[in-house]
């Protein structure tokens, strides 16, 4: 089974600090993926990767930057954290570009920007 | 671009009682199709998927969607729902290498 972890369930920050979320697959895939989730609004991009050191924006990425530096990792950070910030964020990861395989995700880290 | 719509917000059924959770697409081509369910505090896992084939898609827990090219939709079903079924569910659209979600859909299937 393939597994995602993300290194936070929950997570408290102040506004304006440095925000790093964690997430590492375990089955070799090349695509990653963060979402982040707001009520009403469903799942929504904010990067994605494909291989180690690429990265590709989504459809919100603003105020934030990702970083891939191995092939099972793939961190999001929010460069100075802002209370509209505060959502569920979740990570996925598929086996491949051309696969129509299934996205697996991890459980989500809730974080609240105060 | 790609889309679906789950035009539901909640969707109310009685155990035992067989479930519909409906999706439309708009998409230009085919549509690659996914049906996902999110638990309570905790991340989406997949239910089926229809890529090309027959139009009766099967998939874990005892769900079932069909799609239906001239409605264009991809409604998800149960024949017997059940209490456990409460949850979260999102219709996906695969857009190149991306998924494009709907707002999700709250099942409650009461005792």
């Known amino acids: 089974d393939v597994k995602v972890t993300q290194s936070s369930r929950y997570l408290v920050k102040r506004t304006g600090e440095k925000v790093f979320l964690e997430c590492v697959q375990d089955?070799?895939?090349?695509?990653m993926f963060w979402y982040r989730q707001d009520p009403g609004l469903g799942l929504r991009l904010i990067y994605f990767?494909?291989?180690?050191?690429?990265?590709e924006k989504g459809d919100i990425p603003e105020g934030y930057s990702v970083s891939r530096e191995k092939k099972e990792r793939f961190s999001l950070i929010l460069e100075s954290a802002s209370t509209n910030q505060t959502s569920m964020y979740l990570c996925?990861?598929?086996?491949?570009?051309?696969?129509?395989?299934?996205?697996?995700f991890g459980d989500g880290t809730r974080l609240s920007i105060l | 671009a790609q889309s679906v719509a789950q035009p539901e917000d909640q969707v109310n059924v009685a155990e035992g009682n067989p479930l519909t959770v409906k999706c439309t697409y708009s998409?230009?081509?085919?549509?690659?199709l996914f049906w996902y369910v999110q638990y309570p505090n905790r991340g989406l896992q997949f239910l089926l998927k229809?890529?090309?084939?027959?139009?009766l898609v099967k998939g874990s827990y005892g769900f079932e969607a069909e799609f239906n090219k001239s409605q264009t939709s991809f409604h998800l079903k149960k024949p017997s729902a059940l209490v456990s079924d409460s949850a979260l569910y999102f219709c996906?659209?695969?857009?190149?290498?991306?998924?494009?979600f709907g707002t999700g859909t709250r099942l409650q299937v009461f005792p």
């Open positions: 229809y890529i090309t084939g027959d139009n």
């Open positions: 996906a659209v695969r857009e190149t290498d991306k998924l494009i």
């Open positions: 998409v230009s081509g085919n549509p690659y």
């Open positions: 996925a990861s598929s086996f491949s570009r051309e696969s129509n395989q299934p996205q697996h």
């Open positions: 990767s494909y291989d180690v050191k690429m990265k």
């Open positions: 089955m070799d895939h090349e695509n």
